[in-house]
């Protein structure tokens, strides 16, 4: 029996053809169950690859996907080896399954992959995400039109946006390329302070001691003061801010963008936080460009049970709406599963 075709449809939001229609949306073309799922996807699995890399990111909706079994089956379909992100600030948790990590519900979903890859010395090909279901809060939104029944995510091109901020500002692309960036920050130990409670080095870390949290920091060349016994100052060894594709595009990295935006203070005062590799500080203005046109390069997308989004790691930034630490996320009800492969 001839395999069901791939289906493309247009979605609200998604760029144009002149961004390469970024992402692709799939829906299902007529498969009833997982075992449909998965022959389908060893038949179409080349097209689908080749789709991600031109595009950057793929949507699969209304496939049968409704817990965490038939995700786990969606994505060893592939047949892709499962890495695990080696950053001491992957704030992702272990589900039943050991290759399915979940942003639990009151953390969101943009706090945690800002942790896990702005500051990962390694960083995953493809990372696959799935809302297999997903009961609405009620809470009212109290600081956004968009409604608070959802969560989103938010994903931006990095090679586009490099592309127009290289056009906008090519000097200070290219030191970003040259010098790369040295970040600090700061981390507390209180983890109920609404500001910083997604950044706490007890959750972020995994550890219960300081004493833990220093050897954490070690292993991954960070160094780090005490400012008393639950505060310290941490700072990373210098991290690329541009990256080169297979392809010879260039692209931004995660950690900028990501850390400007979400890790507390660093907006309010950009030049004791962030600088370029020889320490001196990017400036507000850039950032603050920066900022400005990665709108022209985001898709932000709003889940549906059973949804399905794969991203080519390498192109995509996850982007950030400043308001989401504000709005507490409302302590949604449901689980944005991720597993990330090689």
Same mark, same amino acid.
């Given at each position: 029996?001839?395999?069901?075709?791939?289906?493309?449809?247009?979605?609200?939001?998604?760029?144009?053809?002149?961004?390469?229609?970024?992402?692709?949306?799939?829906?299902?073309?007529?498969?009833?169950?997982?075992?449909?799922?998965?022959?389908?996807?060893?038949?179409?699995?080349?097209?689908?690859?080749?789709?991600?890399?031109?595009?950057?990111?793929?949507?699969?909706?209304?496939?049968?996907?409704?817990?965490?079994?038939?995700?786990?089956?969606?994505?060893?379909?592939?047949?892709?080896?499962?890495?695990?992100?080696? &950053?001491?600030?992957? %704030?992702?948790? +272990? !589900?039943? =399954?050991?290759?399915?990590?979940?942003?639990? $519900?009151?953390?969101? #979903?943009?706090?945690?992959?800002?942790?896990?890859?702005?500051?990962?010395?390694?960083?995953?090909?493809?990372?696959?995400?799935?809302?297999? &279901?997903?009961?609405? %809060?009620?809470? +009212? !939104?109290? =600081?956004?039109?968009?409604?608070?029944?959802? $969560?989103?995510?938010? #994903?931006?091109?990095?090679?586009?946006?490099?592309?127009?901020?290289?056009?906008?500002?090519?000097?200070?692309?290219?030191?970003?390329?040259?010098?790369?960036?040295?970040?600090?920050?700061?981390?507390?130990?209180?983890?109920?302070?609404?500001?910083?409670?997604?950044?706490?080095?007890?959750?972020?870390?995994?550890?219960?001691?300081?004493?833990?949290?220093?050897?954490?920091?070690?292993?991954?060349?960070?160094?780090?003061?005490?400012?008393?016994?639950?505060?310290?100052?941490?700072?990373?060894?210098?991290?690329?801010?541009?990256?080169?594709?297979?392809?010879?595009?260039?692209?931004?990295?995660?950690?900028?963008?990501?850390?400007?935006?979400?890790?507390?203070?660093?907006?309010?005062?950009?030049?004791?936080?962030?600088?370029?590799?020889?320490?001196?500080?990017?400036?507000?203005?850039?950032?603050?460009?920066?900022?400005?046109?990665?709108?022209?390069?985001?898709?932000?997308?709003?889940?549906?049970?059973?949804?399905?989004?794969?991203?080519?790691?390498?192109?995509?930034?996850?982007?950030?709406?400043?308001?989401?630490?504000?709005?507490?996320?409302?302590?949604?009800?449901?689980?944005?599963?991720?597993?990330?492969?090689?």
């Amino acid at each position: 029996m001839t395999p069901l075709p791939l289906i493309y449809s247009p979605i609200r939001g998604q760029l144009d053809e002149e961004y390469s229609c970024f992402p692709r949306f799939i829906i299902n073309p007529g498969l009833l169950t997982m075992e449909d799922v998965k022959a389908w996807i060893v038949h179409h699995k080349a097209v689908i690859e080749d789709v991600l890399e031109s595009a950057g990111g793929i949507i699969f909706r209304d496939f049968p996907i409704s817990n965490e079994e038939d995700f786990l089956a969606f994505y060893h379909a592939f047949e892709y080896k499962t890495m695990t992100v080696e &950053s001491p600030f992957f %704030s992702y948790a +272990p !589900s039943h =399954h050991p290759q399915v990590s979940y942003a639990p $519900p009151e953390q969101p #979903l943009a706090s945690s992959l800002h942790a896990a890859f702005s500051l990962s010395l390694t960083q995953p090909k493809s990372v696959f995400f799935c809302m297999p &279901s997903f009961q609405p %809060s009620f809470h +009212p !939104s109290i =600081h956004t039109n968009i409604p608070a029944s959802r $969560p989103l995510l938010r #994903l931006c091109r990095s090679d586009l946006l490099y592309n127009i901020y290289q056009s906008t500002l090519p000097e200070v692309t290219e030191k970003l390329e040259r010098e790369g960036l040295i970040y600090s920050f700061l981390m507390t130990e209180d983890h109920t302070n609404d500001m910083y409670r997604h950044f706490s080095w007890k959750s972020l870390l995994g550890v219960n001691s300081s004493e833990a949290a220093e050897y954490m920091l070690d292993s991954g060349g960070f160094t780090y003061e005490w400012l008393d016994t639950e505060t310290l100052i941490v700072t990373s060894p210098v991290l690329p801010a541009i990256s080169s594709f297979t392809d010879g595009r260039m692209g931004l990295q995660n950690n900028l963008m990501n850390i400007y935006t979400s890790w507390p203070g660093v907006r309010d005062n950009p030049s004791s936080f962030i600088t370029y590799g020889n320490g001196s500080p990017v400036g507000v203005a850039s950032l603050e460009i920066l900022l400005s046109l990665s709108l022209q390069t985001t898709f932000c997308h709003e889940w549906l049970n059973g949804d399905v989004v794969i991203i080519n790691n390498e192109q995509v930034l996850y982007a950030h709406n400043v308001q989401e630490q504000q709005e507490h996320v409302h302590e949604k009800e449901g689980s944005v599963l991720a597993i990330f492969s090689e």
